[in-house]
């Protein structure tokens, strides 16, 4: 009986004792690691495709029926993916919902591509979901970085 009551207090003693978390041996907190924006479809064939990381940034764009095609492609700093990433909500991002292509009917598609350290995130016309304002933003920190030939 003592041996069982022995145990039963040393039970009692680890599981009441504080435990203290070691920050290095958690997981990795979720963050962006690139954002990719495409547009692509139209009768002639127009595609604009954007990636951007943390230190650089790749333009493309053309026409396949004339084919015509452009690039650009810049190393950015680190204040400026602070602020491309800043639009995006990480924790929404699941609920996100896509929509329809609308290629089918000589439309345009725009799709985003969202990685992260954990996992890869992809929508295609997102424009009815409510979350959608994380993208518009998104562009307009593109815009300030792009050059004018290219917006």
């Not at 493309?60 to 004339?66: P, V």
Request: with cysteine; aromatic share 10%; net charge positive.
């Amino acid at each position: 009986m003592k041996i069982f009551v022995s145990m039963f207090l040393l039970l009692i003693f680890f599981s009441c004792s504080d435990k203290t978390v070691d920050k290095s041996s958690d997981a990795e907190t979720e963050h962006i690691t690139s954002i990719s924006l495409a547009e692509i479809g139209g009768q002639l064939g127009h595609y604009k495709v954007i990636k951007a990381t943390k230190d650089s940034i790749h333009f493309e764009t053309g026409t396949t029926s004339t084919k015509k095609h452009n690039e650009w492609h810049s190393a950015i700093k680190p204040e400026t993916w602070k602020s491309l990433v800043s639009s995006f909500k990480i924790k929404k991002l699941d609920s996100i919902k896509s929509s329809p292509s609308i290629q089918p009917i000589d439309g345009i598609d725009e799709s985003f591509q969202i990685k992260t350290n954990k996992k890869s995130h992809v929508y295609v016309n997102a424009y009815s979901d409510i979350n959608y304002k994380q993208f518009a933003d998104f562009k307009l920190q593109l815009n300030r970085i792009l050059p004018k030939e290219y917006q």
